[in-house]
């Protein structure tokens, strides 16, 4: 049976009681429209569940390349306010044109926001700042991945089922590369899209969620078809992990396919987006 899409930011935390989940749901709403009208480009929004609060981060309109963040706590003697992030603890400029997601990783049990840096060199990586000291770490080169694509987007997310946590990009080969956490094995990389025998990606934009039972990442090949490449997490009672596959969505929903039927031998369900409402952002 479907299940109800649930927004990152608008469902009810683990953690935070009904009210204060409402209300900072709401908060983050109003703060993303009137930063919008500021011309403050907000790049990712977190409620953080572990520790009761919402983080809103942006891009900085007095520092160049410099990610900030305001945060207002759920409940309790933390007052509210607002820091600068990078720049300070060896934590890298934003890349430029940057993208950021924020969310919680239950798998280690911190929150962490992803953005694109840039190097010295001008080129751009993937860097993560974990736990609420904000501490740093190339993803790119602790992976020994792919290095992004200019400007891509990122889809970002743990599975529980699976026990990674997720991080999707577009690489500079035009192929989705994923990275992933797995306790004692450290970052890894991989390319879905030659695991799966997809194509390549046809921009940098790509979108993706955590289903109930599965990981699935959508995109554009060059045929102006939706494709989407996705894997079973190996949830109780569920297929069994059996590789990446690879889906012509729009074809799969030719002639008059039912809504929701992707194709493939299972529900399309979903239940968690990609973690945070993100924006990209031009300096």
Known sequence: MSQPYSHPELHLGRSLTAGASVALSALALLLHSAMARAGTPVLAINEDEINNSLNVFYASAAVHDTLEEIYVPGSGPNPSGFKRV?????????ASPSFAISYDDYILGHPQVIYLAQSAQGTPYIEQLWNTSMTPLDLTSSAHAQPPAEGTTLVGYDDECAGTDNV????????IHHLYYKSKHGWVSEDVTKLSGGGKVEGIEIAGHEALASEEVFYLEADGHVHELWRWSGCPH???FDG?????????????APAGWDGIARPARCSESSSSLVRSANF
């Open 86 to 94: 990078t720049g300070l603890s060896g934590r890298p400029s934003l």
């Open 168 to 175: 999707f990009f577009v690489g500079s080969d035009q192929h």
């Open 238 to 240: 569920e297929p069994g």
């Open 244 to 256: 990446w596959h690879h889906t012509d969505v729009t074809l799969a929903n030719a002639n008059g």
